[in-house]
């Protein structure tokens, strides 16, 4: 990631809201971000997200008519990589839950060109392709995977003379770049069978991604039919049994131990804290009906609800009965909150823990010398 030149981040988008944050984090410097136009609209919202450094950019879903929008958006990035500045694009163009690289738009090639063919910016730009993974979408403490990776320099480049095909041309070899760590799916079969298998080891696999790719590139060798049947049956138990996590602690002594205070601590949990969560909920419902930044809006909804909501518990509690209740109601839902996911995976993974053994011991399968 350079750190002392103009640059253009070029990343996949699985996870819409928090991309942006992951990204940041990673980042070592200050970002640019572009998002859909359709955000804009109110005056209000548009001050607030230029704010914080967030610029349109229209869709032809978001109407013909504000294509033409977009000039002034490039035109402010141009600005920022004059300045050293660092761009940051979602080249997907729009945000879905899913673990394979999507088809890429023309806004990245767009605004490399623009910037390469500007004097003022030229050579000295570089795009960073990213790769962001996660082990899960909706799980509290999913493992985040991410990587810049090969820069993209002015020099890879030779036509200049038709914008058309240097975007082709860019997009070309910017997919290849990204696809060298994105997980591959045959889009021509299967592809529910594949997603379902990726998703499994990125949630519960150490070095998911990894294990992720060495299955995948075994499932695509030509030839390889008893690895695919094999792979394809392990798919089917997944969604026969609505597995969706692994745990490691099995039918161990310390999961027995562990079940009846996570009993304890999983009902204790949604009782202190199903209020916000739910409202929560229904906001982020109401707002998206449930389109790609549900699950962000609900995230955004709880970090303000969420802490209003204890001001309040604490409030009703020492009104009503004493600061010492007051201060252990505000202990209980928040310890509660904090140990409520891994509570529920405890108790799951006892439900389910002859599935999970047959799991173990197909994935064992899948990966035996001369399997396939």
């Given amino acids: 990631m350079p750190l002392d030149c103009p640059v253009v981040l070029a990343s996949n988008h699985p996870n819409a809201f928090l991309d942006s944050i992951v990204m940041t984090s990673c980042a070592g410097r200050p970002l640019y971000y572009t998002a859909r136009g359709d955000f804009f609209k109110s005056k209000i919202a548009s001050r607030f997200l230029y704010y914080i450094q967030i610029l349109p950019v229209f869709r032809i879903e978001e109407g013909k008519e504000n294509l033409h929008k977009n000039e002034e958006t490039f035109s402010y990035c141009i600005d920022i990589l004059k300045e050293n ?51 899960s979408w909706l799980k509290m403490f999913p493992r985040v995977y991410v990587e810049f990776l090969e820069n993209i320099e002015k020099k890879s480049f030779t036509n200049w003379e038709e914008p058309g095909i240097f975007n082709k041309q860019f997009n070309e070899k910017l997919k290849d770049i990204l696809s060298r760590k994105c997980i591959a799916v045959d889009e021509s079969s299967d592809v529910a069978t594949q997603n379902k298998i ?62 009846l205070p996570s009993c304890l601590l999983f009902i204790v949990a949604w009782i202190y804290n199903f209020i916000p969560y739910l409202l929560s909920k229904f906001i982020a419902w109401i707002i998206t009906k449930g389109n790609d930044f549900h699950d962000s809006l609900m995230y955004c909804s709880l970090m303000l609800l969420y802490p209003i909501y204890l001001v309040i518990l604490f409030y009703c509690s020492v009104h009503h009965s004493s600061l010492r209740i007051g201060t252990e109601n505000l202990l209980i839902a928040l310890v509660s909150a904090y140990f409520y996911e891994s509570s529920k995976r405890t108790i799951w993974s006892f439900w389910k823990r002859k599935k999970l053994i047959i799991i173990r011991q197909m994935f064992s399968r899948l990966f035996e010398t001369n399997n396939g």
């Avoid at 949630?203 to 394809?232: C, H, M, R, V």
């Avoid at 026969?240 to 490691?248: A, E, H, L, Q, T």
């Fill in 198 to 259: 990726i998703g499994f080891l990125l949630k519960n696999a150490t070095k998911g991604t990894a294990t992720a790719k060495k299955l995948q590139d075994k499932y695509l060798l030509p030839g390889s039919e008893i690895f695919k049947i094999n792979y394809k049956a392990l798919s089917e138990f997944l969604t026969r049994g609505n597995i969706n996590y692994d745990s490691k602690s099995g039918t161990s002594i310390g999961t027995i131990l562990l079940l």
């Fill in 85 to 135: 500045g660092a761009v940051s694009i979602f080249s997907e163009g729009f945000s879905e839950n899913k673990w394979e690289l999507r088809p890429l738009r023309k806004g990245t090639a767009r605004l490399a060109f623009e910037a390469w063919s500007n004097p003022g910016i030229s050579d000295k730009l570089k795009v960073v392709p990213v790769i962001i993974h996660y082990s």
